[in-house]
């Protein structure tokens, strides 16, 4: 069974960093284009950041570029997002998501950002 679970999420205040981590099983990481997608409250889901299969390309949406850094290690089957100088409206769910010819969703995990 695919699985793919975000982890590393919780509550931090403006200014500070986080870093999470999305274990993936059950198909072929290693060609696998991954991204990491978040929801906001009340919506839709947003992609932020997308890293190739190999992990030598990475694109990420201009608000948060320069402070959030994709990566992999497909060694460990695992994708990080390493977040800094976080900010109130970075709030929301993330997930890990991504394809080797077909789709997967990954669970997600909250990240809080408030004084």
């Known amino acids: 069974e695919v699985q793919l679970q975000a982890s590393g999420g919780g509550l931090v205040q403006p200014g500070g960093s986080l870093t999470l981590s999305c274990a993936a099983s059950g198909f072929t990481f290693g060609s696998a284009a991954m991204t990491w997608v978040r929801q906001a409250p009340g919506k839709g889901p947003e992609c932020i950041s997308i890293i190739t299969s190999r992990g030598d390309d990475t694109y990420s949406i201009d608000s948060v570029k320069g402070r959030f850094t994709i990566s992999r290690d497909n060694a460990k089957n695992t994708l990080y997002l390493q977040m800094n100088s976080l900010k109130p409206e970075d709030t929301g769910v993330y997930y890990c998501?991504?394809?080797?010819?077909?789709?997967?969703w990954g669970k997600g995990t909250q990240v809080t950002v408030s004084s």
């Open positions: 998501a991504g394809s080797d010819g077909r789709a997967y």
